[in-house]
Nanobody, 122 residues
């Protein structure tokens, strides 16, 4: 049974950092991609980043240079480091998984975590 559990969200001031975790079970990270998505109130879910089983990464233009995705296969966990946070980064952040290559399209992903709230405010 594939499961993903996000953690690490919280309330931070603009310019600060957070590290989100996506703990996985029931899957092989070597064969799948893990995507990070976010959804703000009243907005559609948008792709933020992904990492493939081979370590290839990609980022949305809005977070490029500020967010970094990484993978710890030994602990079946994927991380999303958020730096230089802005109020517009406020959203519920989700991780999700799909077979093969990654994309930033939510409908390509089958299994999802429950989300973790990130709020950036002074």
């Amino acid at each position: 049974q594939v499961q993903l559990v996000e953690s690490g969200g919280g309330l931070v001031r603009p310019g600060r950092s957070l590290r989100l975790s996506c703990a996985t079970s029931g899957l092989s990270l070597s064969l799948r991609s893990i995507g990070w998505f976010r959804q703000a109130p009243g907005k559609e879910r948008e792709g933020v980043s992904y990492i493939t089983g081979g370590g290839t990464t990609n980022y949305a233009e809005s977070v490029k240079g500020r967010f970094t995705v990484s993978m710890d296969k030994a602990n079946n966990t994927v991380y999303l480091q958020l730096t230089s946070l802005k109020p517009e980064d406020t959203a519920v952040y989700y991780c999700a998984t799909k077979w093969g290559d990654g994309t930033l399209t939510a409908s390509d992903y089958r299994y999802w975590g429950q989300g973790t709230q990130v709020t950036v405010s002074s």
